[in-house]
């Protein structure tokens, strides 16, 4: 029994990624069942016994790599309970971390596919930018009220403060990546990551370490 039901859930796992695949490639209306089965390495009957319709495929697919996508960033921002060195540093790794998984080509692919169907499936909103943005802004606001509790940052609302941050990442890199038809390198999006920190710290910072960002 734990062997089958181990086994359905690998098989879900394998049809939604593959879903997912598709989907990007094709757009949700070009894109068929069979292509999705045989990406997948299953019969179209299996996928239907997983997930009844097109419709449900495309929602659960979605969901799948948004949650993968949240779980990614709330591992990174969990990293910034343990900044008990340098600032600096680790408001660096943290923007880092947060921009390589914002700027992956399964990012870009998922932000495509909710903008292009958006109007078909407008549940998808709360999934994708509504509740995933509002948890990891929730996440990383409180990290930033417990800096803010040990004296090495001033935030007044660490709520705006944590969408602050977050807009002086995604922004940039927006621009700079044409809206993700160029991949940034990795010392690009590091190069994003310390230009936010520093405007950060020069808005938040405590008294000595905003002294120190401004030399």
Known sequence: ?????????????????????????????????????????????????????????????????????????????EGLRDAGGELRGALEELGLQLLLCYANEQSWALRRLLYAEVTQFPDLLDIVLGNGTNRLAEALADRLARLTLTGRLRVTDPAAAAEQFLALLTGPVDIRSRLGTRLLTEPELRDVAGNAVSTFLLAFAAEDARATAAT
Not at 19 to 40: D, H, L, M, P
């Open 1 to 77: 029994m734990r062997v089958t039901t181990r086994g359905r859930i690998d098989k879900r796992h394998a049809i939604l990624n593959a879903a997912f695949t598709v989907f990007s490639r094709k757009g949700y209306s070009q894109s068929c069942v069979n292509e999705i089965a045989a990406e997948a390495g299953v019969a179209k009957p299996t996928v239907y016994n997983h997930l009844d319709s097109k419709e449900n495929l495309f929602r659960h697919a979605m969901t799948a790599a948004a949650e993968g996508a949240m779980a990614r960033n709330l591992a990174a921002i």
